[in-house]
C-alpha cells in the first residue's frame, strides 16, 4: 500500500445534463473514473462484527494486519474494543495511541438482521389511515408488516386524508390522535410509527401528528415516548414499501443506537477524535449521525462484495463471491465491475425503499447443526453460533457441527486454531456427532463426520448453481468456512479457479477497507420539477452532512442519474423520459462521495515454485475413507510463486485450506491463493 492513485471505478454509471427539465429528460452521459491521491502512512480499522465471530483488517501505510476474536453477544462493543487491542498490538502501538493517530475507523455488524431473524427489536404501535388498518397498503396476497413486525393489537386508525394531488381533505383530530396513542401505549408500545395514506404527496398530516403526539408526551417526561413518520426515511411513492421501511427502521432503531454509539464512546475514550464510520448496505459508509438502523442490514456480507469487486477489477474477469462464515453462506456476483444493486431491499420479504448491493444468503456454515432426520442428513440452518458454538469449542454446545466434523477428520488442527487461541476438544467433536449423527445412521463417528462434509460441501454447490453462474468460471471463497469447505469445487467442470486471498477469513473487514464514504439523496420528478433545483437542493443537504463528518467542499464529489424501477423495486431503466412516465415514477437520485483512505492491491515478481520452506510438518487426516499422513503448509509463509499440490493442508491463524487430491494452488504476485486442477487454468507467467 503507501502513496498511490486509488481509482473509483464507476463504470455503467449516468448522469442527467444539469440543462434538462423534467418533461424532457434525454441527455445523459457516462461519467468518468474518478482519481484520489492519498498519504503514505494513512491508518485505517476495519471491524466486521458477525454472528460468531468479529473480524479487523488494519492498515498503516505499507503495512496490514488482521484480528479474529469471538463475537460478545450480549455486548458487540466489548469484542469491538478486542478486536481494534488485537490490532494495535500487531503494529506494535498502545490502543490509545493506535486510536489517536487512525484516520478512518469503519464498522459493519449484523447485529439489525439478528434483531430481527431472533425476533427481539421493539414493540411497535403503528399508526395509519381509517381503512387500512388490514390492508395496510398492500394489496392481493402481499405480506405485510403485521406478519411480523407488528403484534396483535398494536395498530390503530386515524381518521384523515390527503388526496393524490397533495391536497388536504382532512386534518388530524387531536382528541382522536392522543387517544389512538395512549391506546398503543397501555398496549406496551415503546416507539409510536406513523405512516398515513398519500403522505408522499404530501407530509403535513404526517407532520402534524408527531407534533400532537410531541405536545402531549414532551422528551422531558417519563412517559415520553419516541416517534418515527414514514416521511423521516422515505422520500419516494408508494404507500406499502414506505411504511415497511419506516417500521423495519424502527423495530431495530434502539439496540442500534445504543450498540454504535456506545462503541463510538469507548474509541473517543481512547482518544480517537474523528466519527465512527457505519457500513451502509448501499455500498459506502457514513457516521453515525447520519445512519439510520435499517441502512446497516446486510452490511458485513455488503462490504466483503467490496472486496470481491477489487479481485474482479484486479483480474479484469466476472466472478462469484462465496462467504461462508459460522452461520450463513452469502453468495454474489460482480459482473465486469460492476456491483450487483437493488433498488428495493427485502426484510423478511417486505419489500422496501432501501437500496442496497444485492446478497444472497443461505443458512450454512462452520457452526451449522448437523442432524439426523426422517429425509436423511441435514445441515442447518439452525447454528450453534458464538455462544455455546460447536461442541468442539468447550464452551457447553452438545450438537454436532460442521466444525465439529472438521476436527474429527483432522482437517483442523485442534491445537492451533485461531494461532492456537482457542484449543479445540476432538473428544467433545467425537461425542457429539455419535449421538447426533452416527449412532442414529449406524455407522462410525469418523464416517458420519465424513458424511457432514460431503453434505455441506453438495448444499454449497447446489446454491450456487440455484442463484446461477451466468458463464463465469471463477469464485472467490472468503470467511472463516469458506476455504474449508469450497477448494473441491474446482473439481467441478464449471469452476476453472478459486481464488483465496491472505486475508479471507475476515474479508468482509478487508472489503470495507475499500468502502468510501456515501451519502445518498432522492427527490421525486413531477411535472413542473426543474431538474438543476433538485440537484441544488440535495448537493446542499449533502455538503451540510458531510460537513459534520469532517469533509470541505473540495473534498466531496457528486454523482446523479435518474431511475425507475420496477413492480419488483428493481432498477428498471435509466430515464429518457419525454412526459410519458406516470408522475413520480421517476428518481432523481445524487450519490455524494467523501475522499478517504482506501486500500488497494500491490503485485510482486514471482520466485521459486518449491514451498518446502514453508512447510510446518505432517498430519494424519481422512480423505474420504483413507487416513494420509498428509504435509501442512504455513499460509504465510508460502512465496510468491509457491505451488502446493494435494493432498495437502495449508493453515494460516485465521482459516484453513484443504488441498484435494489432483488439485493445486499457485501463490501469485498479489500473494492471492489460486486453486485449479488444471494448471493453465491457474498459473500465469
Known amino acids: 500500500m503507501g502513496e498511490k492513485w486509488f481509482v473509483n471505478h464507476t463504470r455503467g454509471d449516468r448522469m442527467i445534463e444539469k440543462n434538462s427539465s423534467a418533461e424532457g429528460i434525454c441527455i445523459i452521459k457516462k461519467k468518468k473514473y474518478m482519481r484520489i491521491k492519498m498519504g503514505k502512512n494513512f491508518i485505517t480499522l476495519n471491524i466486521d462484527v458477525g454472528g460468531t465471530f468479529t473480524d479487523g483488517f488494519f492498515v498503516r501505510g505499507k503495512e496490514s494486519s488482521s484480528a479474529k476474536v469471538p463475537t460478545t453477544g450480549h455486548d458487540l462493543t466489548i469484542g469491538f474494543m478486542e478486536c481494534i487491542e488485537n490490532g494495535a498490538k500487531k503494529m506494535g502501538m498502545e490502543l490509545s495511541e493506535f486510536l489517536a493517530e487512525a484516520d478512518m475507523v469503519r464498522f459493519s455488524t449484523t447485529m439489525g438482521t439478528n434483531a430481527i431473524i431472533e ?193 474482479s477489477d484486479e483480474y479484469q474477469t466476472s466472478i462469484m463471491g462465496a462467504d461462508m462464515g459460522g452461520t450463513s453462506l452469502d453468495l454474489s456476483i460482480v459482473h465486469d465491475g460492476n456491483l450487483p444493486f437493488e433498488l428495493s431491499h427485502r426484510i423478511e420479504g417486505l419489500p422496501t425503499h432501501i437500496p442496497a448491493i444485492e446478497v444472497k444468503t443461505v443458512g450454512i456454515g462452520g457452526g451449522s447443526i448437523a442432524k439426523v432426520t426422517q429425509e436423511g442428513l441435514q445441515i442447518g440452518p439452525e447454528s450453534a453460533g458464538a455462544n455455546p458454538g460447536p461442541a468442539c469449542f468447550g464452551k457447553g454446545g452438545k450438537m454436532a457441527t460442521v466444525t465439529d466434523a472438521d476436527v474429527v477428520l483432522g482437517r483442523i488442527d485442534s491445537e492451533f486454531f485461531l494461532g492456537g487461541k482457542l484449543e479445540l476438544s476432538k473428544e467433545k467433536a467425537q461425542i457429539a456427532i455419535e449421538k447426533h449423527v452416527a449412532s442414529e445412521k449406524g455407522i462410525s463417528i469418523e464416517m458420519a463426520a465424513d458424511e457432514i462434509i460431503n453434505k455441506v460441501e453438495q448444499d454449497i454447490k447446489e446454491s450456487i448453481l440455484k442463484l446461477g453462474l451466468n458463464g463465469i468460471d471463477t469464485i472467490v471463497a472468503y470467511g472463516g468456512a469458506g476455504p474449508m469447505h469450497m477448494t473441491g469445487l474446482v473439481k467441478e467442470e464449471y469452476i476453472k479457479k478459486l481464488i483465496i486471498t491472505p486475508y479471507s ?149 485465521d482459516t484453513t485450506i484443504p488441498i484435494l487430491e489432483k488439485t493445486f494452488l499457485w501463490v501469485d504476485g498479489i500473494g492471492n491463493g489460486i486453486i485449479g486442477s488444471k494448471r493453465s487454468d491457474v498459473i500465469k507467467s
Open 505 to 653: 477469513a475476515v474479508f468482509s473487514a478487508f472489503g470495507e477497507s475499500m468502502m468510501g464514504v456515501l451519502h445518498t439523496y432522492t427527490r421525486p420528478l413531477l411535472r413542473g420539477s426543474r431538474v438543476e433545483d433538485l440537484i441544488s437542493q440535495m448537493e446542499m443537504e449533502a455538503k451540510k452532512d458531510m460537513k459534520s463528518e469532517g469533509f470541505v467542499a473540495k473534498d466531496i464529489k457528486f454523482e446523479v442519474d435518474a431511475i425507475s424501477y420496477d413492480s419488483k423495486g428493481r432498477i428498471d431503466k435509466f430515464v429518457s423520459a419525454q412526459g410519458e412516465e406516470e408522475e413520480g415514477s421517476v428518481t432523481l437520485r445524487l450519490h455524494a462521495r467523501g475522499k478517504t483512505p482506501i486500500s488497494t492491491f500491490t503485485r510482486e515478481v514471482c520466485g521459486e515454485s518449491d514451498p518446502s520452506s514453508a512447510m510446518i510438518g505432517n498430519r494424519e487426516v481422512i480423505w474420504g475413507n483413507e487416513i494420509i499422513d498428509t504435509p501442512i503448509f504455513e499460509l504465510e509463509k508460502l512465496n510468491k510463486g509457491a505451488i502446493v499440490e494435494g493432498p495437502a493442508i495449508i493453515e494460516s491463524t
Open 119 to 311: 425476533k427481539k427489536g421493539m414493540k411497535i404501535g403503528l399508526l395509519v389511515t381509517s381503512g387500512e388498518e388490514e390492508r395496510l397498503y398492500s394489496v392481493k396476497d402481499e405480506l405485510k408488516v403485521s406478519d411480523y413486525f407488528i403484534g396483535p393489537g398494536m395498530i390503530e386508525e386515524i381518521e384523515e386524508e390527503i388526496n393524490i394531488k397533495g391536497d388536504i381533505v382532512k386534518i388530524p383530530d387531536s382528541d382522536q390522535t392522543i387517544g389512538a396513542v395512549k391506546k398503543l401505549q397501555e398496549s406496551g408500545a415503546r416507539m409510536i410509527v406513523i405512516s398515513l395514506k398519500n403522505s408522499y404527496w404530501n407530509d403535513a398530516n404526517e407532520r402534524e401528528v408527531k407534533r400532537l403526539i410531541q405536545e402531549e408526551y414532551p422528551r422531558h417526561y417519563l412517559g415520553s415516548i419516541p416517534t418515527l413518520a414514514s416521511y423521516e426515511v422515505s422520500s419516494r411513492p408508494d404507500d406499502y414499501r414506505r411504511l415497511n421501511t419506516v417500521v423495519g427502521n424502527a423495530y431495530i432503531h434502539r439496540p442500534m443506537k445504543v450498540s454504535l454509539y456506545r462503541a463510538e464512546d469507548k474509541i473517543r475514550s481512547h482518544s480517537y477524535n474523528r466519527p465512527l464510520f457505519i457500513g451502509h448496505s448501499s455500498g459506502g459508509v457514513a457516521g453515525v449521525a447520519k445512519t439510520r438502523a435499517i441502512d446497516t442490514l446486510n452490511s458485513g456480507p455488503v462490504a466483503g462484495v467490496f472486496g470481491v469487486k477489487s479481485i
